[in-house]
């Protein structure tokens, strides 16, 4: 049985498989909308995350099967002391595949080894959340037209950034891909995704600015800057303005440029960009359900 | 070499890093059995400078030395049977370690569910580097 803990999980061969499924399922959703006729998924999350437990269950929905679950863990077993293991072994009698979110990193790797049914990590701590990742792949594959040969500038908060670490890990597996690294100094990605970078001989550059690289951009994926991430106020407000994206700052980039954010956003992109067609976080968001809906056709082990 | 009783088998436990002879006296669970063991602390060593060496008297199947490759590999393991060193043997490191060390992320599952193992995986042969199965939080070796 196959279970998903992180984006490495799958080959890039097997990724392929997978991201030419969810891309059969944008084209032609009617032939998948009973493929999990009669299937339930249980959405176990331990603290919530709306947005993630959505998709989810609108993937199943998509697929004409069911969904069952907790969004939060005072209103499950755990809140009266029961071990990740036991849950998921009751949960595995209710249903035929678990997506859990958990605060505890490894918490899903737990569920895995003793569950009957297959486990997806929907997000433990700092640690995963390999179903964004897939996300954030699928969207630049579909958009971009395939996964090698482009720049892609990583903006924001590149230090803490979960999201932002999985997806370069999972961009090594390609091929020409050239990363900007656009943060300021207290954000810097850390040394040991450099040293990534460098064994795997990517080229990369990292800038304090964004107007500095936005012109050369195929690909740019904003994160959050949160106010207490910086030492000072001072520090903040000089520096803030140049992560946010403006109207002005996408004047400058290239016409086929494409804007990717994992979101929820705050500020960082001004909602005056929502319009320009070269906004993609949206669209982002629903490939996040085609190839939540390709997941679990997988793991399933279903066809199409 | 200091003599201390003849060992008729068992192992003798050579070139441990001064000072860390007890510490692997536990890790072995030495403490839990009721063989002979003497603890050698300091002794004058031309390539260390000063070694600790632990003898035990003991079933040479009885003891799983795997973990002395985790702890350190450059530890001489000498097999004694009969009164004579017969084999000395070569510490590799080992590809996981259960219940050896803990985890120290306190936002590991480990940190809640007290009945886990706690299991770490070599990741990084060249490097040494041990990280926790569930986590992937690096081991600190040395306490
Ligand atoms: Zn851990």
Redesign the interface.
């Known amino acids: 049985m196959r279970h998903l803990m992180s984006p490495l999980d799958f080959t890039v061969k097997e990724l392929d498989t997978l991201f030419n499924l969810a891309s059969d399922i944008e084209k032609h959703p009617g032939k998948y909308a009973h493929v999990c006729d009669g299937k339930k998924l249980a959405t176990c999350f331990y603290e919530p995350s709306t947005r993630t437990r959505l998709s989810f269950e609108a993937a199943m929905l998509n697929l004409g099967g069911s969904v069952l679950g907790f969004s939060e863990a005072s209103s499950s077993s755990a809140a009266k002391g029961e071990s990740v293991s036991d849950t998921i072994r009751v949960i595995s009698c209710y249903a035929d595949i678990c997506a859990i979110r958990h605060p505890k990193e490894g918490a899903p790797m737990v569920a895995a080894s003793k569950s009957l049914i297959p486990v997806i990590n929907a997000g433990d701590g700092g640690h995963q959340h390999p179903t964004q990742t897939l996300t954030d792949l699928l969207t630049i594959r579909s958009l971009h037209g395939n996964l090698n040969g482009f720049t892609i500038g990583l903006c924001g908060d590149l230090k803490f950034g979960r999201t932002v670490h999985s997806l370069i890990r999972a961009l090594l597996r390609y091929n020409n891909i050239h990363f900007v690294f656009i943060s300021p100094e207290e954000l810097r990605i850390p040394d040991y995704i450099i040293d990534e970078l460098n064994e795997q001989n990517a080229t990369y550059e990292e800038v304090i600015k964004l107007d500095d690289v936005i012109g050369k951009l195929d690909i740019l994926y904003m994160t959050r800057v949160q106010r207490e991430r910086f030492f000072n106020e001072e520090d903040y407000v000089r520096l803030k303005d140049f992560y946010i994206l403006t109207k002005e700052k996408m004047d400058m980039a290239k016409k086929s440029c494409i804007v990717l954010h994992p979101l929820p956003r705050v500020n960082e992109i001004s909602v005056e960009v929502d319009d320009d067609p070269r906004a993609c976080y949206f669209k982002q968001a629903q490939y996040g359900v085609y190839v939540r809906m390709a997941l679990i056709m997988t793991l399933l082990g279903l066809e199409g | 070499m200091l003599n201390i009783g003849q060992i008729e088998e068992g192992f003798v436990l050579d070139h441990i890093r001064a000072g860390e002879s007890l510490d692997i006296y536990y890790k072995l669970g030495l403490d839990k059995i009721d063989n002979t063991v003497a603890i050698i602390k300091n002794v004058r060593s031309d390539k260390m400078g000063k070694k600790d060496i632990l003898k035990v008297e003991c079933d040479v199947e009885m003891l799983d030395l795997e973990v002395l490759g985790f702890i350190d590999h450059n530890i001489t393991v000498n097999v004694v049977k009969g009164g004579k060193i017969v084999e000395k043997k070569r510490l590799t490191l080992p590809k996981e370690i259960v219940n050896v060390i803990k985890c120290k992320?306190p936002?590991?599952?480990?940190?809640?569910?007290q009945?886990?193992p706690h299991i770490f995986v070599l990741t990084d042969p060249k490097h040494e580097v041990y990280r926790?199965?569930?986590?992937?939080?690096k081991a600190v070796k040395r306490i």
Request: proline share 0%; hydrophobic share 20%; charged share 40%.
């Open positions: 992320n936002r590991c599952i480990t940190s809640i569910e009945e886990l926790c199965k569930y986590c992937e939080e």
